[in-house]
């Protein structure tokens, strides 16, 4: 069964600290990698891709993948209390021809003003 | 990115009655959409993949009788939550996949409640 593994925290980081969440995965094979957003009682929001060793920045936030570790982070900085959250790892799943996502239980982020 | 509708947003229904739900890509159309379920505090749970012109792809432990899946067009999927219980009582979500990236894109969801 594959899996994707995240700690639930709650993270709890200071109010313009870099806020840093990670997510392993038990498929080596897995190509694609998605950090998504959510926020209490609304649907999730794609924060950001990542495809390529190495690590992809788009404003404060920063993927990082590394497919030998099977693992992929994503770093919030300057963190504000709007970041407050759960973070969810997705990672897509090709199996028999049909796609999917494999997403972890997700980490809960406080950011504490 | 991709914009995704859901209908209705919320939803409070009677013990044994049918429920729908609508998915709509407003942007682009949608060949596969996906719908998830959410309990309170738990993560998402993938129910189904809906593909366009095609039946469900149903995940397993989902009862395809009970949840029916109808993707008649590029741009509208839907959920019919068939003989409804208070253990239904859930937030649906869907998606839709843009082939671009492979990325998928969430409706708002919608909060069913069955009393």
């Known amino acids: 069964q594959k899996e994707v593994e995240q700690n639930s925290g709650p993270l709890s980081v200071p109010e313009g600290a870099i806020a840093s969440l990670n997510c392993t995965y038990s498929?080596?094979?897995?190509?694609?990698f998605f950090w998504y957003r959510q926020y209490s009682g609304k649907s999730p929001e794609l924060i950001m891709s990542?495809?390529?060793?190495g690590d992809k920045e788009d404003g404060r936030f920063t993927a990082q993948l590394n497919k030998a570790s099977q693992y992929v982070s994503l770093l919030i900085r300057d963190s504000q209390p709007s970041d407050s959250a759960t973070y969810l790892c997705?990672?897509?799943?090709?199996?028999?021809?049909?796609?999917?996502?494999?997403f972890g239980t997700g980490t809960r982020l406080k950011v504490l003003a | 990115g991709a914009v995704v509708s859901q209908h209705p947003s919320w939803v409070i229904c009677k013990s044994g009655t049918s429920v729908k739900i609508e998915c709509r890509s407003l942007?682009?159309?949608?060949?596969?959409m996906f719908w998830y379920r959410q309990f309170p505090k738990q993560s998402l749970m993938l129910m189904a993949t809906?593909?366009?012109?095609?039946?469900?792809?149903?995940e397993q432990g989902v009862e395809k009788d009970k949840f029916l899946i109808n993707h008649a067009s590029l741009t509208l999927s839907t959920l019919t939550v068939t003989s409804a219980h208070p253990e239904d009582s859930s937030f649906y979500i869907c998606?839709?996949?843009?082939?671009?990236?492979?990325?998928?894109?969430f409706g708002p969801g919608t909060r069913l409640t069955v009393l």
């Open positions: 990542i495809y390529s060793n």
């Open positions: 942007d682009f159309q949608a060949t596969t």
């Open positions: 998606s839709k996949l843009v082939p671009t990236y492979n990325e998928q894109f």
């Open positions: 809906s593909n366009e012109g095609s039946k469900a792809t149903y």
């Open positions: 997705a990672v897509a799943d090709w199996n028999s021809g049909t796609y999917k996502y494999i």
């Open positions: 498929d080596r094979g897995s190509q694609s």
